[in-house]
């Protein structure tokens, strides 16, 4: 993945059947191929005519829309979080989960009890979630976790919090193997998260004091 445009996917790291049976090889591949493809394709596309803003990451890009005159704000903010919100998701699926250890899992059992009940904590909040969107689990800068729901393609969360984990809960997410069944999905999710990176970026986000 460039960080710069013409932006490129994060590489996937595993085969398209490989998550299977949480997500089945169709899904993953037209998940990868052709909608996170399409939002970096259509970033590459309003890009290509703005030469002045090719020299700007993703997170420059988000912040640099803020102030531009519609529709170039909406349409960076939408393709842009795209880009960001799928590899951020792309890039916390394995199929090698292993549970999570350490402070991660010390303040999962403080704050929820049990992983078990973070888990229903979040596949509820993928419940109610109105339309598209994301499930975040979120920490502040003292380690304090929690649980955030962001619509559509928006990144933007509280001030002070980061980022640990997502689950996509746009239907193109799950809709050809679980059809309605969203909370199912987000449950299997759980399968194949990757716990390792999730702490290495809360062990990151712990240490900043501000
Ligand atoms: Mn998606």
New binding site residues.
Partial sequence: MTDRYPFTPVPLGFSYSALEPWIDAKTVEV?YTK??QGYIDKLNGILKKRPELQSKSLKELLCVAERLPCPLKTDILHNAGGVYN?AF?FSMLTPECKAPDGALICEIERRFGSLGALREEMVEAAGELFGSGYVWLLTDSCGRLSICCIANQDTNIPTGKQKLLAI?V?E??YYLKYLNRRNEYAGNIFHILNWRKAEALYNEARQCRN
């Fill in positions: 998940h909608h996170y799928h998701y996509d746009w193109h997410a």
